[in-house]
């Protein structure tokens, strides 16, 4: 089963690297044993501080309190755009490619930090101040970046909410966060295609009366809807605003930005992320797992509407004064080759995109990568669920012509950064493996007593001690904060994944262990795809799993029970499709929809979901133990109408 090759450092990777095999071992020994020491120098390396720290660190799980660098003041915006005037003002800070090939455009540091301090001056006319929380509702363009950078510079705290989510997904997020001012756009275009932004947000803002005002880009010149007294262009709000705009001294612990992200259970949490800490890892994994060097063109796919967007679109690579491609459009518009050439475009060094986007065009065929050169490339990255051996080898093989290492990086939205990782000049790569914890992550397997495997075995993944850009509190929410990810195994911040590690050490993340799923890279609850399910007048109750998909890893499989007297139909099956769309997105719509009579139940009355798993997975030769069940006829009705999926 383990994919047992292991591919060795290229010595001309490890011969200019960061850091080789030797520097890793004793750097990572020295975080561990000195972690003060060690953060303190790191802090000092990667940032510029207004006021030195007082104190290194100071956390205690039991009560979930996390705080890093206190007394430390600085502004992250500064350590992005300022700092790096004088040394490169001309030099390129983001490549923009639209999603029409023949569109693209560069921004100088100087021009960058022009267009943020305007936009700081749009936001404070606005009345918008330190500690108020602005809503990013943005397709993939630079005003997405400029926005989070003009919060960062006035303190205010951003929420960006990924242009794929509903009216009602904006809305509920907004409402959390009583975001006081909306920035998004007319429309975003990808693939050619038209996503009515300020319709939705119109509709969203219909329900949110604590936002006040809301800035409009033109970016598709579309037709759209217009509130006078709180609509105003951005474009025109930006022209007459003043270019200087000092930067407010923010303390280390200061939030710098809430992200939404799902639950096992309940509305999505509002993960809140501090500014001095968050700044020196993102700065500090950036620079050493893409090993990083100064004019690099570096190209993340994620969009900024997930943590990936966040630190390795954004903050990572301009506070390393580096150069940080933004792509519009998606991988096979307006063909498959649309990645390879945009690399050959603009030479880029760097490539770190998703396992699901690796899948599909792998299916597609070599061609499409053959026929562009990707001479540039130097290292890959992927992120954001397991990448599968076969899909390794082809990202290694096909596109990296077996001379880019692959990074393999597992973290999450409330880790802030990477955690478990190769890096490029110290790693030799097992495909599938994220390889060793980063500097100062003490990664741990537990057992499902909650005890610590020594050496090699299979577990949850969890977390022995705090690292600079953990997550500090759910917004709003500090109690479930804790009980999420620190009442189940105390002492730990439990990851919700499970992983296993091998007899050199390499960490082999296996996926969620609760009800959590990864569609296309997509974190998904399936309690809120439920609550969307059951809100159609239709639905009696639904139960969601995931099932294993060829390209997007995860597919959702959705077992619904209709009202007395419902006629099931595929009329039927389009529209609760459509309800979860208009709840959540698209990207959420259940793969298949099997309507039955009922649910396996213990006699307590909870949903086996292990058994509908297994049945969605079609492995029901396997279905364990249902001695528990209150009608075991309910199993056989369900296995005779099973949907083939995947
Ligand atoms: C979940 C976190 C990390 C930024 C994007 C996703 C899965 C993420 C990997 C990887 C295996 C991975 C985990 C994790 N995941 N990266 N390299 N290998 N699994 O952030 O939306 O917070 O999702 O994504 O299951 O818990 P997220």
Redesign the pocket.
């Known amino acids: 089963m383990p994919h047992e090759k292991v591919y060795p450092v290229p010595p001309e990777i490890a011969a200019r690297a960061h850091i080789d095999a030797e520097g890793y071992r004793t750097l990572y020994a020295r975080s561990l044993q000195e972690p003060e020491a060690f953060w303190a120098e790191q802090a000092q390396r990667f940032i510029t501080w207004e006021r030195r720290w007082e104190r290194v660190c100071d956390w205690d799980f039991q009560r979930a309190h996390i705080r890093w660098f206190e007394g430390g003041r600085l502004n992250a915006c500064v350590n992005c755009l300022d700092r790096h005037l004088d040394s490169r003002g001309d030099q390129t800070a983001l490549i923009w490619e639209s999603d029409n090939p023949a569109v693209s455009q560069r921004f100088t540091y100087r021009e960058l930090h022009a267009q943020v301090c305007r936009l700081a001056n749009v936001l404070k006319n606005q009345g918008i101040g330190k500690g108020d929380r602005v809503c990013i509702y943005l397709p993939m363009i630079p005003e997405a970046a400029v926005a989070m950078l003009a919060c960062a510079r006035i303190g205010a705290i951003h929420s960006v909410v990924f242009g794929g989510f509903s009216a009602e997904a904006l809305r509920d997020r907004i409402l959390d966060a009583d975001c006081r001012l909306l920035i998004t756009a007319d429309e975003g275009l990808r693939g050619g295609k038209h996503v009515p932004l300020k319709a939705n947000a119109d509709q969203a803002l219909r329900e949110c009366p604590g936002v006040r005002s809301v800035l409009v880009v033109r970016r598709s010149g579309g037709k759209i809807g217009w509130t006078e007294g709180r609509d105003v262009w951005y474009h025109e709000a930006v022209a007459a605003a003043a270019e200087d705009c000092p930067p407010e001294s923010m303390e280390a612990e200061d939030p710098l930005f809430i992200l939404y ?2 639950g096992s259970t309940g509305k999505p949490k509002g ?1 809140v992320h501090t500014t001095g800490g968050y700044m020196v890892y993102a700065a500090m994994t950036h620079r050493y797992v893409f090993d990083y060097h100064d004019g690099e063109i570096y190209w993340c796919t ?1 969009d900024v509407g ?3 967007g966040h ?1 390795y679109l954004v903050y990572g690579p301009l506070a390393n004064g580096g150069i940080t491609l933004m792509f519009e459009g998606v991988p096979t518009w307006p063909e498959p080759d649309r990645f390879w050439q945009v690399v050959d475009k603009h030479q880029v060094n760097i490539f770190y995109t ?2 699901t986007a690796i899948r599909a065009l792998m299916r597609l065929g070599d061609d499409y990568v053959k026929r562009t050169s990707r001479r540039s490339l130097r290292i890959l990255g ?6 599968n051996p076969e899909a390794w080898e082809w990202y290694y093989h096909v596109v990296g012509e077996g001379r880019c290492p692959i990074v ?8 802030g950064g ?1 955690m ?2 190769p890096l490029p000049g110290a790693t030799p790569l097992k495909p599938g493996s ?1 390889a060793w914890p980063f500097f100062g992550v003490e990664a741990v397997i537990l057992d499902d007593k909650g005890k610590e495997i020594e050496g090699p075995g299979e577990g949850v993944l969890a977390i022995k001690r705090s690292w600079p850009a953990q997550a500090r509190t759910l917004y709003g929410n500090h109690q479930r904060f804790l009980e999420t990810y620190f009442k189940l195994y105390p002492g730990y911040y439990f ?3 499970g992983a296993r590690r091998d007899e050199d050490g390499y960490f082999w ?1 296996t ?2 262990v609760d009800d ?1 799923l ?1 569609v296309s ?3 998904l609850g399936t309690a809120e795809i439920e609550s969307a399910l059951v809100e159609h007048p239709a639905v009696a109750e639904a139960a969601v799993v995931g099932f294993p998909h060829d390209v997007k890893g995860q597919g959702i499989y959705a077992y619904v029970i209709l009202k007395e007297g419902v006629q099931p139909g595929e009329e039927l099956k389009r529209e609760l499709s459509e309800q979860v769309s208009r709840d959540i997105g698209p990207i959420a719509k259940p793969d298949v929809i099997q309507f039955a009579r009922d649910l396996p139940k213990t006699r307590s009355g909870k949903i086996m979901r292990r058994i509908l798993r297994k049945i969605a997975a079609g492995q029901i030769d396997d279905l364990g133990d249902t001695s528990t069940l209150a009608d075991p006829g309910v199993v056989e009705e369900l296995i005779r109408n099973r949907i083939q999926a995947g």
């Open positions: 992200t799902s993960v994620a997930w943590v990936t630190t998703a396992p992927s992120v954001g669920e397991p990448i393999d990086t597992w973290w999450q939205t409330e880790t990477h478990i990782t994220a990851t919700g994944d993340i996926g969620r959590v990864n890279g997509h974190r």
